[in-house]
């Protein structure tokens, strides 16, 4: 059975008694252990990275930037690789691994700018024979916290980013598919960072509160499920740490009766099935405008649906593979049956797909709810399955406040030829990420990615330049260089520039 380390000062080294299992989703048997580290795992860490950050930090940020460079070229060249073990311990298709893997590399193009995106403030004249200048700098060892459902975008995110400003990082990926974050930190090893500036350390909640109370993780990033979100931000609060915590998700998709339903039906497809719904930007809630649109929409998805293929993850011709495991297969078939006690239609029921010779895998398949109710829990919580629900809204003024009024508040969609419609909508909606006509609005790595509600806790994005203000702090510098001249007047009096 393989074991999957920790990586810490550049090498592997086991973890301790603790293990958890790592699935093969498409076919339910276990793959490899993965050991759960604990506080002394991680200080081990820390202290290497406390040691290597300040080198770092003073290698000037052109020179960090090819790393970053190479690191770029580095993932290109092993993508395939990559992207076949992050689907087998994940469970979704090739293509769409390969995705997760680009959609972090798009972070680090954005990190080979460091040098122009770290660039300071200054006022010359700011008051008599005074300049005033700002710069930033790295925070020291910061950790990040993530999720399953994107091994390898989530993390680079991160690392992308607080790294090339100068910072060391701890990362702790999800102890369901650990093996491409710690191929990451050999490669960024290969790319020229000193060992300890990119560590991957095991665990489950012993080692999250491990660096939560850490004394010298200053900063701390996180990814996953709303309640744990919650506690992480403050949990690392109270301990003096900036956080940024993204939780979870339950993306409204509104259908306007001038919206071009082949479309729709095409994106939704894609948006709420794609990845088995495991994606923060899925669109696993369908808002058609009135009734005749919805009536349309749903004879329309019933076809896309019964052509939906589930298959292993490396079948080519799959459009989505296996959930991650069988207690969240469990999970997903439990809100289907919560549907149905809850009174909404099941329209397509996904419960109890099998695969021929495959039996054992983690499969669900495409399902379809109608008459969903704003009431109802099923339409309240994040089922993160390949479900999606139709709940009917008379107006777009009801539409609107269903996004608006969720609890969570990560992403939107509206789907329509109106320009007035999509402004409003835009304008209007209580939500952090929107898409017109766009059914995933996963903003470039240039812009920033950040829900709003219990989608987030903290106040400043992922990536792009909110992500160069969360991994530095600013400093502000007020400079005088006397000639010799001044008298010393109103020495008592707070200063003016006047
Ligand atoms: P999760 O909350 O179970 O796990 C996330 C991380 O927290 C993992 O590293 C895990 O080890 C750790 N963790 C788990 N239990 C913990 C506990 N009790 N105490 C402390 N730490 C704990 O999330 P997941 O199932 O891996 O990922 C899916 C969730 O992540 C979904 O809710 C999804 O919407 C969300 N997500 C959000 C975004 C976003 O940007 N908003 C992006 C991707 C995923």
């Not at 010298?216 to 506690?231: E, T």
């Not at 398949?365 to 309240?380: A, E, R």
Request: charged fraction near 20%.
């Amino acid at each position: 059975m393989r074991n999957i380390d920790h990586f810490i000062g550049g090498a592997a080294i086991a973890s301790g008694e603790r293990q958890g299992d790592v699935f093969d989703p498409n076919n339910g048997g276990v793959q490899a252990k993965v050991g759960f580290g604990s506080a002394v795992d991680l200080d081990k860490a820390v202290r290497i990275a406390l040691d290597a950050q300040h080198g770092w930090a003073a290698t000037n940020p052109q020179r960090r930037a090819r790393v970053m460079f190479k690191f770029k070229e580095l993932v290109e060249k092993n993508i395939e690789e990559l992207a076949l073990l992050l689907s087998s311990e994940h469970g979704k298709v090739i293509a769409d691994a390969r995705g997760d893997v680009q959609r972090g590399l798009d972070v680090i193009e954005f990190a080979c700018g460091i040098p122009h995106a770290l660039k300071g403030e200054y006022t010359q004249g700011a008051g008599p024979g005074i300049d005033v200048y700002s710069m930033r700098q790295p925070l020291g060892v910061v950790a990040g916290i993530t999720p399953f459902n994107f091994p390898a975008m989530i993390p680079m995110w991160m690392f992308g980013v607080a790294i090339a400003v100068g910072n060391a990082f701890i990362l702790k990926p999800s102890e369901r598919d650990p093996s491409v974050p710690v191929r990451l930190a050999e490669l960024m090893l290969e790319a020229g960072a000193p060992e300890g500036i990119l560590q991957v350390v095991h665990g489950d909640k012993e080692m999250v509160d491990a660096i939560l109370d850490h004394d010298d993780i200053k900063a701390v990033s996180f990814v996953g499920s709303s309640d744990i979100a919650h506690y992480v931000y403050k949990r690392g609060v109270a301990n003096g740490k900036r956080v940024q915590a993204m939780g979870g998700a339950k993306n409204h998709g509104i259908v306007m009766p001038d919206a071009d339903l082949d479309q729709v039906v095409n994106d939704l497809s894609g948006a709420a099935f794609g990845s088995a719904g495991e994606r923060c930007m899925a669109l696993p809630v369908v808002v058609p405008v009135g009734e005749k649109t919805a009536n349309e929409l749903r004879e329309a998805l019933l076809p896309a649906i019964a052509k939906l293929r589930v298959g292993v993850s490396t079948d080519p011709e799959a459009h989505y593979g296996p959930v991650v495991n069988a207690a969240h297969k469990q999970r997903i078939e439990n809100y289907i049956q919560m549907g149905v006690d809850e009174g909404a239609e099941l329209v397509v029921d996904g419960r109890g797909f099998s695969l021929q010779g495959h039996e054992n895998g983690f499969f669900v398949g495409p399902t379809l709810f109608d008459h969903v109710k704003p009431t109802m829990q099923s339409y309240q919580e994040e089922i993160f399955g390949p479900v999606l629900q139709i709940v009917r809204a008379d107006s777009f003024e009801e539409a609107l406040r269903l996004p608006s009024d969720h609890q969570y508040g990560n992403g939107v969609a509206i789907f329509t030829r109106n320009g007035h419609a999509a402004r409003e909508f835009a304008h209007r909606v209580n939500v952090g990420m929107v898409g017109i006509n766009v059914p995933i609005p996963v903003p470039v790595a240039y812009h920033s990615f950040g829900g709003w509600k219990r989608s987030a806790f903290g106040d400043i994005n992922q990536h792009g330049m909110e992500g160069v203000r969360f991994w530095t702090k600013t400093k502000t510098i007020t400079q005088r260089w006397p000639d010799g001249s001044a008298t010393g007047e109103n020495a008592f009096v707070i200063p003016t520039m006047g």
